[in-house]
């Protein structure tokens, strides 16, 4: 039955992305078209696999603002989940090597969300300019500071990369913390048990003045600090 789950949340993926790929030239710039797709996509899987969300801390943020969201990252269900749980204007960042996957991989990159390379060059650079241009074009920002899903639902150490982007942008970080999803769907796993993953919103944490690695050191601190504090080892 798990896997009857999985499959049909990746038949849904792949009518949503075509539907995506078609409506796409509508409203490209601004992106609220796709998103609305997207949001649509996340419920129904939610839906058909019986995966319920909780959130907390809504009353905490302006959702009349923009920021950087900034997650932990334990399942494929974290996307479907911040989607449909979060009611903002919000761009995901996601892995560039994802592009090549058929209709799914195509309508991220064809679409409103931000394709980050991995490497260090000018590729790098322009993807994260890229995100900083849509942040400052009043949109959010979702980045999973562990670069990569846990593989035994423990919290991993984060990554520089969101912060860096937080403070470019100068644009305060929203920590998220992510439970449950782990046990939904683990990595590697294509079984998706039913069950109820909750969302934690805390407070912005504005950007520190200066720049630089310090101060990227200094936020990302800052924010794992609350993260863990509310994270639920899934191990």
Request: aromatic share 8%.
């Amino acid at each position: 039955m798990g896997a009857i789950r999985f499959f049909s949340a990746a038949l849904i993926s792949i009518a949503s992305a075509i539907a995506e790929l078609l409506l796409i030239w509508v409203d490209r710039k601004q992106g609220r078209v796709f998103h609305a797709i997207a949001r649509g996509w996340a419920r129904t899987v939610l839906a058909v696999c019986s995966v319920r969300v909780t959130v907390r801390g809504l009353d905490k943020v302006d959702l009349s603002r923009n920021y950087v969201y900034v997650s932990n990252h334990a399942s494929m269900f974290d996307i479907p989940v911040i989607l449909a749980g979060i009611p903002d204007q919000i761009r995901i960042m996601y892995k560039k090597e994802l592009d090549i996957i058929p209709f799914f991989g195509w309508g991220l990159r064809y679409g409103s969300y931000i394709g980050i390379d991995r490497g260090r060059g000018g590729k790098a650079v322009r993807s994260l300019e890229e995100a900083v241009e849509k942040i400052r074009g009043g949109a959010s920002v979702l980045m999973y500071a562990e670069g990569t899903r846990t593989i035994d639902g423990k919290l991993q150490p984060f990554k520089r990369g969101a912060f860096n982007l937080a403070l470019k942008a100068g644009i305060p970080v929203v920590p998220l913390t992510v439970n449950g999803s782990f046990s939904i769907l683990p990595k590697h796993s294509v079984s998706v048990r039913p069950g109820t993953v909750e969302l934690v919103l805390d407070a912005p944490i504005p950007v520190p003045g200066g720049a630089g690695k310090d101060a990227e050191l200094q936020l990302m601190q800052d924010v794992h600090a609350v993260i863990a504090r509310h994270y639920i080892d899934q191990g």
